[in-house]
């Protein structure tokens, strides 16, 4: 039985690829998992919403609340299922993939090139200042004033959700600026909870954590590949910070941000094997148990051809996406909607700065970038649709609800609930704005947006 060659594969298979499609691959692969995703968050957010308000309420507050304990040695963890697998455990995986996106971003992405990653940049830090500020105004001197970074935060998933509702009429330049947006919101959070949010610090396991990333980053000079050392060491960092007073979630980041972005082996070598296992397998046609002893090579090969950023970042974005950030919303979105809570001035403050403060804040901040001309509106983008994307910002929940339990510890965790439905209530009335100003100006302008959105793909 005679074997195609290479060569003579089909023609689709050996097009080359435009190095724009290659860099714009792993961005659109993003925004289609986070579509999904989003659609996911949404079901498990009103599944848990139900939950809470119905007669089986009690049972799932304390199924949250399962006491969990780890001992090894002089470790020792104690905490809940909710509070330590969740929120420390599974997050620090959530906030590992942050890393790895922030570092992708800059290293080739739009945070490459200062002047693509200006509008995004200013535009995140006006979408964060300012909610803040609304949020410090309505709480000045109140109990609830440590609660002033809940509403800085853009939760991606939901609106690239949204905008998907919308098909192709929404210029792809807007769901990139939004997805640059959140990227730089997240690490704004990041730097919020390392400043503000970890208790006082313990040096000596402070240094035992940058001995971790230290031996970390040696492992990746000299070659390391396989997972399991920098797992083993990566839990050894993640201990080390929870027992130091930082939030071990930070150990995710740091991590992803050490990952490599430069694959093992080169395209060329990548082809001179396949060539090379190509002319053996040749050799043994139709003897099926002569295959060649370097199948083994080419299928290293073929995974070290990646970056370990990339093979990451595809291995944990599903996981993320589909697991857990919907178990997060399960078990951090259950709260009982009473009036009191709704009407809480908590409540009150961080709907006004998701509502008001997010779009304010970037149409103010990106506003003055534009006038001033250092910076511009993406291709195919008019100020109307620029105004429905910054509305959609304010959809906070999964970093607003982890930013809450944070807030709102030990004394103050009265006030949880009145954050988080603050989230949910914020986050819907930023919804039903963002679709209703990006209905009025795609139906306003159309034939343009439907040009606009497909040809930015090209």
Known sequence: MAHPSPESAPVTSRLPVAPVERLLYPVKRFLHIEATSG??????????????????????AHFWETPLSFHWGKFHLDGTLGELL??????????????????????????????????????????????????????????????????????????????????????????VFLLTLAIVDDLIAVVIIATFFSDSLNWIYLGWSVVGFALVYLMNRIGVRALFPYFAVGIAIWLAFHHAGLHPTLAGVVLGL???????????????????????????????DKLPVNVEQ??????????????????????VAFVIMPVFALSNAGVPLEAGAITNPVAL???AGL?????LGILLFCGVAVLLRISRLPDGVSWSLFAGGACFAGIGFTMALFLTNLAFNDELESLQPA?????????????????????????????????????NQH
């Open 355 to 359: 509502v008001l403060g997010k779009p």
């Open 258 to 288: 050490l990952t490599p972005t430069q694959p093992w082996i080169g395209q060329r070598t990548l082809l001179e094997v396949f060539h090379d296992f190509w002319d053996q397998l040749q050799a043994v046609d139709g003897e099926a």
């Open 39 to 60: 659609i996911l968050l949404m079901a498990c957010t009103l599944l848990a919403l139900v939950v809470a308000n119905s007669p089986w309420a009690e049972a799932f």
């Open 419 to 455: 954050g988080k439905i603050g989230t949910l209530i914020g986050s819907a009335l930023s919804a039903i704005a963002g679709s209703i100003l990006l209905l009025r100006a795609l139906s306003r302008n159309s034939p343009v947006g439907v040009q606009t959105g497909t040809s």
């Open 298 to 319: 080419l299928q290293f090969a073929a995974r070290e051809s990646l970056s370990p950023l990339h093979r990451l970042e595809l291995s944990l974005h599903p996981w």
């Open 86 to 175: 969740i929120n420390d455990a599974l997050m620090t995986i959530f906030f590992f993939v942050v890393g790895l996106e922030v570092k992708r971003e800059v290293v080739c992405g739009e945070l490459r090139e200062f002047r693509k990653a200006l509008l995004p940049i200013v535009g995140a830090l006006g979408g964060a200042v300012t909610p803040a500020l609304i949020y410090l105004a309505l709480q000045q001197g109140q109990p609830g004033e440590s609660g002033w970074a809940i509403p800085m935060a853009t939760d991606i998933a939901f609106v690239i959700g949204f905008l998907t509702l919308f098909g192709r009429r929404v210029p792809f330049g807007l769901k």
């Open 349 to 351: 403050a961080v709907a």
